[in-house]
Structure formats: structure tokens, C-alpha cells
């Protein structure tokens, strides 16, 4: 058989596989249809399809919802992005960071056999400055693109953050 044979038999093939994928949908959506009359797939075509029309002419207003006010920290009053981030992340979610993450270390030191040389050995308690810090560092990781990860956690002064 040459070249052109078989691709000739596999592009046929392919065509009514298509075909008989696109008969098996118009039979799905007929028999998921609540229909008094037989439908040809012919006639599922030619259908008009309607736009959705809006169940409410209301027009929107700026007033609906929880509306809260993002309080400035400057002495100017002006509005930071840090403002808007501590508006959501609040002094209240971080303590409760800081608490679990501690908790946690502790649970962990105490049920797992920890090697004489062992980073695990090193840990101190976070706080609540350690852990904005590493969100800021989180954040700054989306923004800003470095070769290697270790780069972020860097306090050289080529790849390293002010953060850090």
C-alpha cells in the first residue's frame, strides 16, 4: 500500500468518525430534549436560537452589597496598596497564622525522630513582623522574576529583597 492509499483510508475514516460522532450528539440532545414530535437532525440545525434576555431591566448601583471603607495608615490619607492588603489580611488572621504555624513546629519536633544535624533543630517560634514578611516575599515572587528560587530568600545585594 503507498503513501497515499493509506492516508486517503485514514482521512475517510476520520471523516466518519466525525459523522458519527455528530449523529450520537444530535440523538443525545434529542433524547435529553422534552419533545412531543420527532426531530431530524436537519431540522436541530435550521433551529433559531434566541438571545438570553435579562430577567431584570434593573440598572446596576454602586450602593449594593457590603460596601466597607479601606482605612489609610499614611498621615496624608491616602489610600496604599499595603492598606488594601491588610483591609483583607488582617492583624487578627495573622496572629492566627503565626499561632498554627508554631503549633504546628511543635507537634512536629515532638513526633518525629529529628537527626543530630538536622535544619529541623534550628527552629525558633515565628512572630507576627517574620510572618508579613514572608507573605510580602510570596507576593514579591509574582512580581518579580528570578533565575533560581533561592534568590528570593537572598540577602545579597545583586538578587536580594529589601524584604529579607
Given at each position: 500500500m503507498s503513501f497515499e492509499e493509506?492516508?486517503?483510508?485514514?482521512?475517510?475514516?476520520?471523516?466518519?468518525?466525525?459523522?458519527?460522532?455528530?449523529?450520537?450528539?444530535?440523538r443525545m440532545d434529542l433524547e435529553s430534549?422534552?419533545?412531543d414530535e420527532e426531530t431530524t437532525g436537519h431540522e436541530v440545525d435550521s433551529q433559531d436560537?434566541?438571545?438570553?434576555?435579562?430577567?431584570?431591566?434593573a440598572e446596576f448601583m454602586e450602593d449594593y452589597g457590603l460596601?466597607?471603607?479601606?482605612?489609610?495608615?499614611?498621615?496624608?490619607?491616602?489610600?496604599?496598596?499595603?492598606d488594601c492588603y491588610r483591609h483583607f489580611i488582617t492583624d487578627e488572621i495573622i496572629d492566627l497564622m503565626v499561632r498554627e504555624t508554631n503549633?504546628?513546629?511543635?507537634q512536629y519536633l515532638q513526633t518525629h525522630d529529628i537527626r543530630r544535624r538536622s535544619k529541623s533543630r534550628?527552629?525558633?517560634?515565628?512572630?507576627d513582623v517574620e510572618m508579613l514578611k514572608f507573605?510580602?516575599?510570596i507576593i514579591e515572587m509574582g512580581l518579580v522574576q528570578m533565575p533560581e528560587l533561592e534568590y528570593y530568600w537572598s540577602?545579597?545585594?545583586?538578587?536580594?529583597?529589601?524584604?529579607v
Open positions: 493509506s492516508e486517503t483510508e485514514e482521512s475517510t475514516s476520520s471523516l466518519s468518525d466525525v459523522s458519527s460522532l455528530d449523529d450520537d450528539f444530535v430534549g422534552n419533545f436560537w434566541d438571545e438570553i434576555q435579562s430577567e431584570s431591566d460596601v466597607q471603607e479601606v482605612t489609610s495608615v499614611s498621615g496624608d490619607n491616602t489610600i496604599l496598596p499595603i503549633r504546628y513546629a511543635e534550628q527552629w525558633k517560634p515565628t512572630n507573605f510580602g516575599i540577602s545579597s545585594q545583586l538578587y536580594g529583597s529589601k524584604i
